[in-house]
């Protein structure tokens, strides 16, 4: 009787320690998981704890393993990683939010309305704003500042095109940065007619004006961010790349962190200015879970719209006109070998396809012999047909699809026939490079990563134009393109073992859709809706 007794309080305690339950944060079932691993395998169920990815299964098997504080049925919706922005101006796009706003405008008369209602509205002591595109409106002409010389004799205008490679300044704005016709500059151009100014400046020059508008007091810098975060989080971006960014804002976004009022993940490149270097390359990369400071954003050349990018020929639609280089090659290279004695990643604007030569030469000769330094071109925009062969794993295209998309009604003309074949040109570069980062260049292009998907995928804007799509052999699969938005990405930020896909031991940063952009008709994806937002397992946005 005894033995009977032992056998069954045996029993009863191996049955009462089979079913302990391990305890965990967050349950998220009933979902249709892209999980984006190396078999890019999907599941319906997985479990956060402490905010990361704990285990990833089915959801009959999670809920008979785990105790969870919080569950989620996503009811079969889609839920994919957090998506990555690999190139964007994440800063930029909060400021904009203080300044005009001059995306969308027709024409040259819509530009003015808003800076006059904006200027009635707020009655700032220097207007400046951003997004008016010349390639627009139906007079595809620079526009000059004599209506802003009326309006605003005193008040200083500076309003800059939507890919900031070009800037309209009224006379007030002129004086104030001492610019006149005799005024030196390398890099870009000070326009003139007649040997007057017509208010257009392009790229360096700009700079003139930026350091007298530079002085934004802390409060406005900080809400500029934190309305950054909010539209980013309303699109499923979790991790955003700030493609050029100074010390004073890092320290900024660092200490919104600590506060924990900004949570989005920032992988921040360092402006090239020689204040920014001699701070950060004598010391090793500095990075948080929130934060990442290890590479330097330097810029090779203009943009195509204000054909400021650097060719090797002349431009097709302007005589003699080959855009130009923003630092003599002499810089750059003294600059790249600096960064290459050090533990930094290197990432370069180029545009022109003599640009992108340029900096694929040099990145070449410096990192030969060595692995695992994942140098970046941004852009990668034109590139001659003998330049592709460079790109790997340790050279990597980071593009924005609908830069493709937008400048595609008139990239021919700039490039003529030949030349375009090699624009644009993301299956080439994906096939040489292995990977593609793909980001938007936002506030140039829109925050959507939804437009991005679409324009990768399908070629077409909106409208659906061009009926057979914009070099549509060019094309990425979708696959490919939720690759470049999360684990390439990722890998491009030496942040693939913590972020990029949903596995276990990585970040629980997650999105869940109103449809499935791998399944859905390809027109539709644009339309797609943000549900909830997820950073470290905490919802962050809900719509």
């Excluded at 995306?103 to 530009?111: A, I, P, R």
Aim: aromatic share 10%; charged share 25%; proline share 3%.
């Amino acid at each position: 009787m005894k033995r009977i007794i032992t056998l069954i309080i045996l029993s009863f305690l191996i049955c009462s320690c089979g079913s302990e339950k391990e305890k965990a944060d967050l349950l998220v079932f009933n979902a249709n998981v892209y999980t984006v691993d190396d078999q890019f395998g999907k599941a319906e169920a997985f479990v956060v704890k402490d905010g990361k990815f704990l285990e990833v299964g089915t959801s009959e098997n999670l809920k008979e393993k785990y105790e969870f504080v919080e569950s989620i049925d996503a009811t079969g919706k889609p839920v994919y990683p957090g998506f990555i922005d690999a190139h964007a101006h994440f800063y930029g796009l909060g400021m904009q939010q203080q300044r005009v706003d001059l995306t969308g405008t027709k024409s040259f008369d819509e530009v003015v309305t808003r800076i006059v209602e904006f200027q009635q509205k707020n009655t700032v002591g220097f207007i400046t704003g951003r997004g008016w595109d010349q390639n627009d409106w139906e007079i595809k002409e620079f526009p000059v500042k004599d209506t802003l010389d009326r309006l605003f004799p005193d008040t200083p205008v500076a309003v800059t095109r939507i890919d900031g490679h070009a800037m309209l300044v009224n006379q007030a704005a002129l004086d104030a940065a001492n610019i006149t016709t005799e005024t030196e500059f390398e890099g870009g151009d000070i326009e003139q007619k007649d040997g007057k100014l017509t208010g257009i400046l392009v790229d360096n020059p700009m700079l003139l004006i930026e350091k007298i508008t530079d002085d934004v007091d802390l409060r406005t810098q900080s809400k500029a961010l934190l309305d950054a975060q909010e539209i980013c989080f309303s699109y499923g971006l979790t991790t955003v790349d700030d493609a050029g960014i100074d010390r004073k804002v890092i320290e900024l976004i660092d200490s919104l962190n600590n506060s924990e009022k900004l949570k989005i993940r920032i992988y921040a490149m360092i402006s090239n200015t020689k204040e920014n270097l001699d701070y950060y390359l004598d010391k090793s990369p500095y990075k948080t879970d929130r934060l990442n400071v290890s590479s330097v954003k330097f810029y090779g050349d203009g943009a195509l719209g204000s054909r400021g990018a650097a060719l090797k020929e002349e431009y097709s639609d302007r005589s003699n006109h080959f855009g130009a280089l923003l630092s003599p090659v002499s810089e750059f290279k003294e600059t790249a070998a600096r960064i290459a004695r050090s533990e930094y990643q290197m990432n370069t604007h180029a545009i022109g396809d003599s640009a992108n030569y340029m900096v694929l030469k040099t990145y070449d000769s410096l990192l030969k012999g060595t692995e695992n330094r994942r140098w970046r071109i941004e852009h990668s925009q034109v590139i001659d047909s003998a330049d592709f062969n460079y790109f790997s794993k340790n050279i990597i295209p980071s593009v924005q699809p609908t830069h493709a998309t937008s400048d595609m009604y008139w990239a021919e003309d700039r490039l003529g026939a030949e030349r375009i074949q090699g624009a644009y040109a993301y299956k080439k570069l994906l096939d040489q490079a292995g990977i593609v980062a793909l980001g938007t260049d936002f506030p140039v292009e829109q925050v959507n990563p939804f437009l991005t998907f679409y324009a990768a995928v399908d070629r077409q804007d909106t409208d659906n134009y061009p009926a057979a799509g914009f070099m549509r052999d060019q094309a990425l699969s979708r696959e490919e393109t939720l690759k470049g938005m999360t684990i390439w990405a990722a890998y491009s930020n030496f942040e693939e073992d913590e972020k990029g896909s949903i596995e276990p031991g990585k970040f629980a940063d997650f999105v869940i859709l109103d449809r499935d952009i791998m399944e859905v008709e390809i027109d539709s994806v644009p339309d797609s809706k943000v549900i909830s937002t997820f950073v470290n397992g905490e919802q962050v946005y809900n719509n």
